[in-house]
């Protein structure tokens, strides 16, 4: 057995920790012995958790140019970074490629575009005629702002493609709807913050029909030790064994959380302020990860991988002071999915319309 060595850029969010775990997890199952050095801004519970665990905890900024020439410059069996975002991200990485025995990139499904150029981001979102591979087409690449609805995708394929034209062994995953215990938006939180605060019903557009693929951290997690092994360039989707609905995705919450909701599924009479979900669609959009399975990854089912996820939910939820809020709770991305006001309300034209 051999020891190897590993970079995770952004190690203790909710991606780079499952990676950590995974290469600490595989030491132990007789695979490789792992030294994994994790590299994050700030400390805390989840990096405490890893440096526990065996890895070794560097604070500080991914961009920081001095960090990264401490880190890579004796090079690396492995290298991934889960937050890298921009081009000139993907460049302060070039000088050390060559050092890496392979690196993984994480990117985003949100680079894919339909036949009309619509993407995840846009204001009308893609129709995509089948599963995506990663032979769709995507967004034009460019330095916008990575923040704007359409800056995000542009500054990932720039570096996607500046990272692969470098001719090193770079992976570039592409995830979708990613959740994982320290994930910072934890999705699945619609439905257990409902069941934590005793709502009995749940409404859902389009009658929960939504699909929207779901990608667990934890399968991001063991493709990426697989590709420890494998280095090469290429692009891979990554996403759970099937999409679940979004019906499926509210019973599977609710059933590990024990609480049974009244499921009113919301046709398209239904008022049009109310149903909406983290995973709501109009269309279908489920990634093809045959690419990823021709390796020999198995990619988990959402049944399975969401759970210490929602554990993890519950016990913040439960240390989180009476007079505070839970720590995504600040994010935009949350306003007016716990409005209950409008809820009740449609509740009550719907009956009264029965």
Do not use: C
């Amino acid at each position: 057995m051999s020891t190897k060595r590993a970079v995770v850029l952004g190690g203790t969010g909710g991606i780079g920790s499952a990676v950590v775990r995974e290469l600490l997890d595989s030491s132990g199952r007789g695979g490789d012995d792992w030294q994994v050095d994790v590299v994050a801004r700030r400390g805390g519970d989840i990096a405490d958790a890893l440096t526990a665990a065996g890895a070794t905890f560097t604070p500080g900024d991914r961009r920081d140019t001095a960090v990264l020439r401490e880190l890579l410059r004796p090079g690396a069996d492995l290298l991934v970074d889960t937050v890298g975002a921009t081009r000139d991200d993907a460049a302060q990485l070039l000088p050390y490629l060559g050092d890496v025995g392979s690196t993984v990139f994480v990117s985003s499904k949100a680079v894919y575009v339909d036949e009309q150029g619509r993407h995840a981001n846009s204001v009308d979102k893609p129709v995509f005629s089948g599963a995506v591979t990663e032979l769709q087409p995507t967004v034009t690449a460019a330095d916008a702002d990575p923040t704007s609805r359409d800056g995000y995708a542009a500054q990932k394929v720039a570096a996607e493609q500046l990272l692969l034209d470098h001719g090193a062994p770079v992976t570039v995953l592409r995830p979708s709807k990613v959740y994982g215990p320290g994930i910072g938006r934890p999705r699945e939180w619609f439905v257990v913050r409902r069941a934590l605060d005793g709502r009995e019903r749940v409404l859902l557009a389009d009658q929960g029909r939504g699909v929207d693929h779901t990608t667990a951290a934890s399968g991001i997690g063991s493709l990426v030790r697989l590709l420890a092994d494998a280095p090469d360039r290429r692009i891979l989707n990554v996403a759970d064994d099937s999409a679940p609905s979004v019906l499926e995705i509210v019973r599977t919450v609710a059933g590990h959380l024990d609480h049974v909701f009244e499921e009113v599924l919301l046709d398209a009479d239904a008022p049009a302020f109310v149903g909406s979900t983290p995973w709501s669609s109009p269309t279908p959009y489920v990634l093809d990860t045959s690419a990823a399975r021709s390796l020999g990854w198995q990619p988990p089912t959402f049944a399975r991988a969401v759970v210490p996820e929602l554990d993890w939910l519950v016990e913040t939820a439960h240390r989180t002071p009476v007079d505070g809020d839970v720590p995504w709770a600040a994010d935009p991305f949350w306003d007016r999915l716990f409005d209950y006001g409008p809820e009740d309300a449609a509740l009550l034209m719907l009956s009264l319309g029965s």
